[in-house]
């Protein structure tokens, strides 16, 4: 198959007039002339994946003399970047037609670079010119001025990260190195434009010295030349950073003062002529360029959520932290949970055991641990900013009430709990909180939520209202034999044996609902996801009223 898709490449490409190019063995690399007639530009191509999952590489031969100016979509070795990374999809099939668009595709691309026709293409992809060392940015959106570049550890051993903030930053919270972080830091400058940056196409790039920053400067944003120089004589030290907000980004650079002027006198006595000094010296005041990427705290838990509501701010309660729970804990917290001036408190009394290991969230580091403190210390660790807080015991005697949260929601699966719940939901109506209960059927062949605390809608309770009766809405079809497993040797003497993928899909459903809940459109209050068609009955999700029979609700009303 290789071979014969080599052979119809060779043809295709042959046939636009492309030699092959057996200078570099183990390379599919032919080479030819594009814009014929016109421009007539020397290119090379290569085909290093015949599957097609990475894109042929086309570049323009370094003996072509290219215009003294820099041209868009041209990476440093001359290749050209002629699709974005996902923007087509090439035929496998047909590997000499999938080369020809390509080829196709990139003297576009070159033709209008070298005739100017594509310069507005610098600002979208200005962070590819920019060439530049990562850091990450957790400032309010509309902040501008003295801000502090943090050193820390966020992985593990070695694993400097460098971060822009307030002193409020999460970042602090979550350092993993020495605990005199606040010693290695240094002062930035936060400005804004409102125009996207961009490089001066006939100018030197990139930008490696302070005159070189300046030079940019008056071309993209001429309001912040010599911004670095004055900000130097409101601060102490030899080093300091500009950080720049713009549509298109945020950019900055370092600047540290040169060796022979860390003196007293120009860093002390005589700072204020400091800036005159650097600007005097541009060109041997070496500058480090920084690209910042966004890591506030709602951007994190906001970007995928579009024009959704996240649960920013929201008081949640979540009991049971088991092979429900814990997947859903995780999935409530990455939507924003405990953010804000919210909070999200677990609650479960039982331990981790090596039993619950193949469907729960948690892993051997938490071995009997409790359930709730274990996925409470297990999501401080990975997500920032949150509230997370553990109750290891009966949620029925927690400390604080359960009028004081928002929701409450029961992923325990224990029928006998989770009626005692509703009952206390319904009794104190209108004060309690809205209530969630999430839980599987059988062995995982469906998964079911209901949110309650409406009294014009159903309740637990409502769904089967004779405890050995007949569900209101069947999803089992003709009870068969449940299947149970049991383990005495090992202290597991019994369970109901589904896979995790039914967990992580019950925990999705009850999320889903949290979501909309939060966005005032709660849609159907009772949900059904089927996983078992030969065990459960397709049944589409309603808002069901309460049932007269219920003994919860229906003596209330």
């Avoid at 015949?50 to 323009?60: H, K």
């Avoid at 660790?381 to 509230?387: E, F, V, Y």
């Avoid at 309770?461 to 068969?480: M, Y």
Wanted: charged share 20%.
């Amino acid at each position: 198959m290789a071979d014969e898709a080599r052979a119809r490449i060779h043809d295709a490409l042959t046939h636009r007039g492309f030699v092959a190019d057996f200078s570099r063995p183990g390379r599919d690399r032919y080479v030819g002339v594009i814009d014929r007639g016109n421009l007539d530009v020397p290119v090379w191509l290569d085909v290093p994946d015949l599957d097609f999952v990475d894109l042929p590489v086309i570049g323009i031969d370094r003996r072509y003399q290219l215009r003294t100016r820099a041209l868009p979509h041209l990476g440093p070795d001359r290749e050209v970047c002629y699709f974005a990374k996902g923007a087509v999809v090439l035929d496998r099939y047909d590997p000499g037609g999938a080369v020809l668009l390509c080829l196709e595709q990139a003297e576009k691309v070159i033709r209008d670079a070298i005739r100017g026709r594509s310069d507005a293409a610098f600002a979208d992809e200005f962070w590819a010119y920019w060439l530049a060392t990562p850091m990450l940015l957790d400032l309010p959106e509309d902040y501008t001025g003295p801000a502090t570049a943090y050193f820390i550890v966020l992985g593990g051993e070695n694993s400097m990260a460098r971060v822009l903030a307030l002193k409020s930053t999460w970042a602090l919270k979550m350092h993993r190195g020495p605990k005199n972080v606040t010693s290695v830091t240094e002062p930035a400058l936060v400005v804004r434009t409102d125009r996207p940056l961009t490089l001066d196409p006939s100018g030197p790039w990139p930008p490696m010295d302070l005159a070189g920053l300046n030079r940019w400067l008056c071309y993209a944003a001429p309001e912040h030349v010599g911004a670095l120089e004055r900000f130097m004589l409101t601060i102490k030290g030899e080093a300091a950073i500009l950080a720049i907000k713009t549509p298109n980004g945020a950019y900055g650079c370092r600047m540290t003062v040169p060796k022979r002027f860390c003196t007293t006198e120009f860093l002390t006595t005589r700072r204020v002529a400091l800036p005159g000094v650097l600007m005097k010296h541009a060109a041997s005041v070496a500058i480090e360029r920084y690209a910042f990427e966004e890591a506030s705290l709602s951007y994190i838990y906001g970007r995928n959520m579009g024009s959704r509501m996240n649960l920013k701010g929201k008081k949640i309660l979540l009991i049971g932290c088991g092979t429900i729970g814990g997947f859903l804990a995780q999935q409530l917290a990455q939507s924003g949970a405990g953010a804000g001036k919210g909070y999200l408190t677990l609650a479960d009394s039982e331990t981790l055991k090596t039993a619950n290991l193949g469907r729960h969230l948690l892993g051997v580091p938490y071995l009997d641990r409790n359930k709730a403190e274990a996925c409470a210390e297990f999501l401080n660790s990975q997500l920032p900013g949150l509230a997370i807080e553990p109750h290891a015991g009966d949620a029925r005697k927690m400390r604080t009430p359960l009028s004081a949260y928002d929701i409450v929601i029961d992923a325990t699966g224990e029928e006998a709990l989770s009626l005692a719940l509703n009952a206390r939901a319904v009794g104190g109506r209108p004060q309690s909180p809205a209530h969630l209960f999430v839980w599987l059927l059988g062995n995982g062949a469906a998964a079911q939520a209901i949110l309650t605390g409406e009294p014009d809608k159903a309740c637990l309770k409502c769904l089967k209202p004779t405890l050995g009766g007949e569900p209101r809405f069947r999803i089992l079809r003709e009870p068969g034999e449940l299947e149970v497993g049991s383990n005495l040797s090992c202290s597991d003497p019994h369970y109901i044996p589904f896979p995790v993928s039914r967990s992580v899909a019950a925990a999705a459903l009850a999320c889903d609902l949290v979501l909309d809940w939060a966005n005032g459109q709660p849609g159907h209050r009772l949900r059904n996801h089927i996983f078992d068609q030969k065990a459960a009955f397709q049944s589409a999700s309603s808002s069901p009223a309460p049932s007269r029979a219920c003994p919860e609700c229906g003596a209330r009303t």
